[in-house]
């Protein structure tokens, strides 16, 4: 089984949400999936990042990046539920998209 690695920048909660739920919401949703083999989260830049290993079945090159990306992308939206990962300058301040 070929083995991947998602990292994801984390600069924010949303409102209500504890810190641990960023992680638990990654690992859940990309587990749903795929088998995670380990997930970390370290500083990149002053910045929290997300960092996790799953595999993914066994197809052919394209078919499995093509499915690496999707569950990347599918993990995204999910920890975005709980975390803000993009901001915008605008007029000199950093702001959530």
Known sequence: MPSFQTRLKITGLR???????????AVEVLGTRHHVEAHQLQLAGGVPQ?????????TEYSGENRQARDSAAMMRDAVERVALTVLRRSRGRWTPV
Do not use: S
């Open 15 to 25: 409102p209500g949400n504890p810190p641990e739920a960023v992680m638990d919401t």
């Open 50 to 58: 997300l960092t996790l290993r799953f595999l993914v079945d066994a």
